[in-house]
């Protein structure tokens, strides 16, 4: 498979995943396709050498292992996440507009870059949570059950204002999330005020007055391309960080580890810091390794099992991948002076000061190594010292399970568009040093 036929593979999976929640249900069906079983939060496990499993919370975050038909030594981990910034639709969604225009009533999910949602064909997508009355227990219990939603078709637009009505527009605006983001949805008439809820039923193949709760969010409904004059770069939304997510899919099922319990964890929440229930600041990775420890068959341990946890995540290694930072073509000035990643130049190991990457001297050579022995070239990225920067998973997820870590990412540029642009080569790469990693 060439790089660019790669690149096209993740296109098709970042189309067919509009929201979190579809981005985890595909992984799913992935890991079911290649085998592995699914456990649940709520049951007991039972684990076999050379087994391979996944666990799914709140239906946005996944973790997926294999473990080594050998005695473990440690595990190999990579995390990255599910969500990318977007507006989330609020309850009462529908909001009338001089009796001529329905928009939606929308708040900000994550920081964006607002503008870039403007005068795109947009949609809907997320899941729903419906009464399923067959399912109750008693009288007074019914259970709930959700389904994924996908308006498939260009449902509204946030139209911009025109520039003679805002002389002042490319001279830079500040947008109002309340006042100039919302989105045109339809014309008023006479069944104004149930339309959106008729069409999220009509996607869900429920009545509207069945559906109890919502987590429903816009997407762009423009679709992926590899764009420049040789093909050597992507045009896409969510590639920070689905681009790392279906790398770290990808290299994962394609091999078998030999001597570590592999790991893929996909969090979701990254984008809002982490602190839910499925996202990296929860128990979720740490509760999933605790239980592989407390399950681990007899034949995959090396002596007693006084301490196993312990000693086991002493030896484990996590990479955390989520995309970095490019030099950007027209502000080179807004980079670091000297650590200066570009596209298609390889894997960026990033770096802080302050921690808010993981990297440190000996993480870092490991991940170098890495690279070294699978072919694949690396650069190396810090903030500007004068510019604040962002964080990511790693240094949330190993206050949990404190193991050795890296931060790394693919280089892109506009991070937070609503479109991101990446290189056509560095998925190849990822993909590539990936398998090494989690086949050893």
Not at 400 to 410: F, N, R, T
Request: proline share 4%; aromatic share 8%; net charge negative.
């Amino acid at each position: 498979m060439t790089d660019k036929d790669l690149c096209r593979e993740l296109l098709k999976f970042i189309e067919q995943s509009p929201s979190c929640f579809h981005v985890v249900a595909n992984l799913a069906e992935k890991f079911r396709n290649a085998g592995f079983c699914e456990l649940k939060e709520q049951e007991s496990w039972e684990l076999q050498a050379g087994g391979k499993y996944y666990v799914t919370r709140n239906e946005s975050s996944v973790i997926a292992f294999q473990i080594p038909q050998a005695v473990v030594k440690g595990f190999h981990m990579v995390a990255s996440h599910s969500d990318s910034p977007t507006f989330k639709i609020k309850e009462k969604a529908e909001k009338e507009s001089e009796k001529q225009y329905v928009v939606l009533n929308t708040e900000k999910y994550g920081g964006m870059i607002l503008s870039t949602w403007m005068d795109r064909p947009l949609s809907v997508a997320g899941r729903v949570a419906v009464l399923n009355e067959d399912t109750a227990q008693s009288p007074n219990a019914y259970g709930i059950e959700t389904r994924l939603v996908n308006i498939d078709k260009d449902l509204c637009v946030i139209p911009n204002l025109a520039i003679h009505m805002n002389r002042d527009i490319n001279k830079g605006v500040e947008y109002n999330p309340q006042v100039d983001m919302l989105p045109l949805l339809a014309g008023c008439n006479e069944t104004a005020g149930s339309q959106f809820a008729d069409e999220v039923a009509r996607a869900a193949g429920v009545a509207s007055e069945d559906i109890l709760g919502q987590d429903l969010f816009l997407y762009v409904r423009d679709g992926g391309r590899m764009v420049g004059s040789n093909g050597e770069f992507i045009l896409s939304p969510k590639l920070d960080d689905l681009q790392c997510v279906y790398a770290s899919a990808k290299a994962f099922t394609a091999v078998a580890p030999k001597e570590y319990v592999s790991l893929c964890a996909v969090f979701d929440n990254e984008e809002v810091g982490s602190n839910t229930r499925q996202g990296a600041d929860s128990t979720f990775l740490e509760d999933v390794v605790e239980r592989i420890c407390d399950c681990m068959p007899q034949e995959c341990v090396d002596g007693d099992r006084c301490h196993l946890q312990k000693r086991l995540v002493a030896g484990s290694f996590l990479i955390s991948a989520d995309n970095a930072h490019a030099v950007h073509p027209n502000h080179p000035e807004k980079a670091d002076p000297t650590n200066r990643p570009y596209l298609n130049g390889g894997i960026v190991i990033k770096y802080h000061g302050s921690q808010k990457y993981t990297t440190d001297a000996v993480s870092g050579a490991k991940m170098k190594a890495y690279c070294k022995q699978a072919g694949v070239p690396w650069q190396t990225y810090t903030n500007r010292s004068d510019i604040l920067g962002g964080s990511t998973l790693g240094n949330i997820s190993t206050a949990h399970v404190s193991v050795a870590s890296v931060d790394i990412g693919l280089p892109q540029l506009a991070m937070h568009s609503a479109v991101e642009t990446a290189g056509s080569k560095d998925l190849a790469y990822a993909v590539k040093v990936f398998e090494l990693f989690m086949a050893e």
